[in-house]
């Protein structure tokens, strides 16, 4: 019978010193380096994303600002369409 695999979801875990410190007013692209899940039964542009909250900055996508409850996928981030900017 079919069985529903566990997703798998990564994220950047690196040293304080390779970490990604972002200036006021600089803006950086999300990358699959930063955030990537993947399950064996769903592609990446089925799996979602829900922003619940953000602070200093905005989250977008392809340039446009995410509000609370939005959504974006892993497909989103892998094509680098999503940012974030600090305010």
Known sequence: TPQNDAPFIGTFT????????????????????????????TSASGITYTLTAQTQGNLRRNGTNLAINGTFTQQDINEGRITFAHN
Do not use: H
């Open 14 to 41: 690196g040293s304080a010193a390779n970490r990604t410190y972002i200036r006021q007013g600089e803006t950086i692209t999300i990358g699959s380096d930063r955030l990537y899940t993947t399950d064996p039964e």
